[in-house]
């Protein structure tokens, strides 16, 4: 397993990262009686592979609570995130104080915004951002970031220089526009975390998928996993990773341009 440093956030974090925003899908629920242990035995089989960060979010609350208590003795060892999507400060407090019960901790290692509206800023009327500021004083939180869809919104929490983290959707089908936020974060030593690596699964491509993102040392994608089977299809990419010979360059501009 690979690890890298998120941007000046510092967090050594495997290069993939492990999605428990699923853990409420049709395929876990299938389990039945049986859908935590389930989660439990995935989530500890991607921790013995290597895989130390995993991200979560407050508007799916059982994925919250499932990934919890499957990360029940191990939880120090590795990298939590979560998010919110409230947009005020009394909304925020009350969504972190539910994400740390449900996940059975006194602190979330990434605490991001997620799909806000504007990007709050230092000293701002709305007093989100001197909100987060005072969470990490008080070890609540250990670093801040933003999680969005809008190309916008990204590109000036990337610039502003307040955050530590942005998280976005990328993948190869994605345009050249959103690659030059790669080269942004970079740039700006933000942690570069790109969400929806199979573009929501319109990509059913993995090697494809797997392969394309890992020639960007900077970026670490989140894997949304629903199944052992994919779990165990993701730990061997992560050991295996495809060749990135002119054969594998030429299959991907060519879903590029079938997509777009």
Not at 13 to 23: D, H, I, P, R
Not at 31 to 50: F, I, L, R, T
Not at 123 to 134: A, C, F, K, R, T
Request: aromatic share 10%.
């Amino acid at each position: 397993m690979d690890y890298i440093s998120l941007g000046r956030a510092k967090l050594l974090v495997s290069k993939t990262a492990f999605g428990a925003e699923c853990f409420d899908c049709k395929q876990i629920e299938a389990y039945g009686d049986e859908a935590d242990e389930k989660v439990c035995a995935m989530v500890h089989q991607a921790y013995s592979s290597g895989i130390n960060f995993f991200d979560t979010t407050h508007s799916k609350p059982l994925c919250e609570k499932r990934l919890g208590a499957a990360l029940h003795g191990i939880r120090h060892n590795v990298i939590l995130a979560t998010k919110s999507s409230s947009q005020s400060v009394s909304e925020i407090r009350h969504d972190l104080n539910e994400s740390l019960d449900a996940l059975e901790s006194d602190y979330v290692d990434l605490f991001q915004l997620e799909n806000p509206l504007i990007v709050p800023e230092k000293n701002g009327p709305d007093g989100i951002y001197n909100e987060l500021v005072l969470l990490k004083q008080k070890g609540i939180v250990r670093h801040i970031g933003i999680s969005t869809d809008d190309f916008e919104i990204a590109e000036k929490a990337i610039n502003s220089g307040l955050y530590e983290t942005v998280q976005f959707p990328f993948s190869l089908v994605y345009p050249d526009s959103v690659a030059n936020l790669v080269k942004l974060c970079n740039e700006k030593d933000v942690g570069c975390i790109a969400m929806q690596p199979l573009n929501g699964g319109i990509l059913n491509d993995f090697t494809l998928a797997f392969g394309f993102l890992s020639q960007f040392e900077n970026v670490v994608p989140v894997w949304g996993t629903r199944t052992p089977e994919e779990l165990q299809q993701l730990l061997y990419f992560t050991e295996h990773p495809p060749v990135l010979d002119e054969n594998f360059q030429s299959e991907v501009q060519r879903a590029r341009d079938f997509f777009n």
